[in-house]
Structures are given as structure tokens and as C-alpha cells.
């Protein structure tokens, strides 16, 4: 008897273990399925003092939100904003709204695209439009791809940039190091020759040979004789003796 129950407890852990892969994967298939019944919306333009809190208050009334993410404006764009005189706080370029139904997120796209926000009076966003897209057959996952794809792609084009300014500026410590570097032989070489005129001897040197020489080049055409003799038209041989032949 003591055999079997060794036997009986060494052979427990693996059905336990069993048991909980089974559950895991329950609950990712019930994830999975709500994912499914989600609907996602596009907000192409986010109104100036509006946020995600903001955005989720209006919204909420139409139907539960599970998730938003809102675009942070550029930073160019906001500098010139604040500099303009604009708002100065934090903006937000576009936006993506999860409703926990698809048909909850048609029914919001449909009735608020192109309608007036309204609210209270006194908001900021009162007169603004509603730009709100529902987009089918997109889960929020794909959104978070988009999303990422952009970062690497603008983290790119930064450094791109980064290295193009980073070389604009070695050239111009270059041409600046020659030039003192010039500057400073000329004052040497004029030092020299005032003391040489002071001493009556006089200078091999020229006063313009460290000057820096300027080489012009421009374009040269093809001499038109070359193709004078090409473009002339011949005359026949029959012409020729019917010309001189008379003669």
C-alpha cells in the first residue's frame, strides 16, 4: 500500500499543473471574446483644454468605455501656438475611443460626426465639430501597433535629423578653426614685416600670399564651327556636273 500512495502523490502535481493551463487558457479565450464585441472609434481632431478625462465625461453618457488614448501634440506645433498667443497648455492632435459594444460605437459615430459638441456655454470646446469615425474590422491591438509604428518612425526621422545638425555643425567648427587658423598667420607674417620695415630689411614675402584664393569656374559651350560643317547641306554629284559640265 505505502507503493501506491508514492505512486498516487509523485502522479498529482501534473494534473494540477494541467488544471491550470486548462483555466488560463479559459480565460484567454473569454478575453479574446469580449475583444471581439469591442468597437473602436477614431476622434481626428481633439479640441484645445480638452483631455482624455474630459473626453471620457462626454462620451460615458452614450455607453461604457473601456479604453483612450490621445495623440500628444508636436512640439513645433506647440511652440507656435504659445507663441501666437494660443492656449498653453497641453494639447492633443487625434484620438482613439474603445466602447465595450461595436454597435455602441457605431450608434456614437453616427449620431455625433459632424454635430456641434454643445455642453455648457461657458466651455471652452461649446462651438467646436465632432470628427468621429468608427473603424470596423479594428481592434484595439491594431491601434497599439499604429501607434508604435509611428513612435519608431518618428524616432527615426529625429535622428535623421539629429545627425544632419550634429554635421552642419562639425563643418562649421572646421571652417571656423581655419579661419583663426588663417587670421593668425596673417597677423604673424604682418608682425614680421613690420619689424623687417623697421629694420630696413626687406621682405621676401608677398602681404597677399596667405590671401585666400578664389578659383571661378564657368560652363563652356561647344564651339558652333564643329557642328556648322555637320548641319551644311551637300550637294549632289549630278547638280555638280550638270553645273560645270555646261560650262
Known amino acids: 500500500m505505502g507503493e501506491k500512495d508514492l505512486e498516487i502523490e509523485e502522479t498529482s502535481p501534473p494534473r494540477r499543473e494541467d488544471e491550470t493551463k486548462t483555466q488560463v487558457g479559459k480565460v484567454k479565450k473569454k478575453k479574446k471574446v ?29 455607453g461604457e468605455i473601456q479604453r483612450i488614448y490621445l495623440v500628444p501634440e508636436a512640439v513645433a ?16 492632435s487625434e484620438g482613439w475611443v474603445e466602447f465595450t459594444k461595436k454597435s455602441v460605437a457605431k450608434r456614437v459615430a453616427n449620431m455625433l460626426n459632424g454635430q456641434q459638441m454643445g455642453g455648457r456655454k461657458r466651455s471652452s470646446f461649446y462651438y467646436d465639430i465632432w470628427n468621429v469615425k468608427y473603424l470596423s474590422k479594428i481592434k484595439w491591438d491594431d491601434v497599439t501597433d499604429e501607434i508604435a509604428q509611428r513612435h519608431a518612425v518618428r524616432e527615426q526621422k529625429l535622428a535623421l535629423e539629429l545627425s544632419a545638425a550634429k554635421r552642419e555643425r562639425d ?3 572646421t571652417q571656423v578653426d ?7 598667420i596673417e597677423e604673424r607674417m604682418k608682425k ?7 629694420s630696413g630689411v626687406i621682405s621676401d614675402f608677398p ?21 556648322a560643317g555637320k548641319l551644311k547641306p551637300s550637294l549632289s554629284k549630278d547638280v555638280l556636273a550638270g553645273v560645270f559640265g555646261g560650262q
Open 77 to 92: 506645433a506647440q511652440m507656435n501656438r504659445k507663441r501666437a498667443g494660443g492656449f498653453r497648455g497641453q494639447a492633443f
Open 192 to 198: 614680421k614685416q613690420k619689424v623687417q620695415q623697421e
Open 207 to 227: 602681404s597677399d600670399q596667405f590671401a585666400p584664393k578664389v578659383i571661378r569656374q564657368f560652363p563652356q559651350k561647344k564651339p558652333v564651327a564643329d557642328q
Open 171 to 173: 563643418f562649421y567648427l
Open 178 to 184: 581655419k579661419s583663426r587658423a588663417l587670421s593668425s
Open 34 to 62: 469580449k475583444a471581439e464585441k469591442r468597437g473602436v472609434c477614431h476622434v481626428s481632431r481633439v479640441p484645445p483644454r480638452m483631455d482624455h478625462v474630459k473626453l471620457r465625461q462626454v462620451l460615458s453618457q452614450f
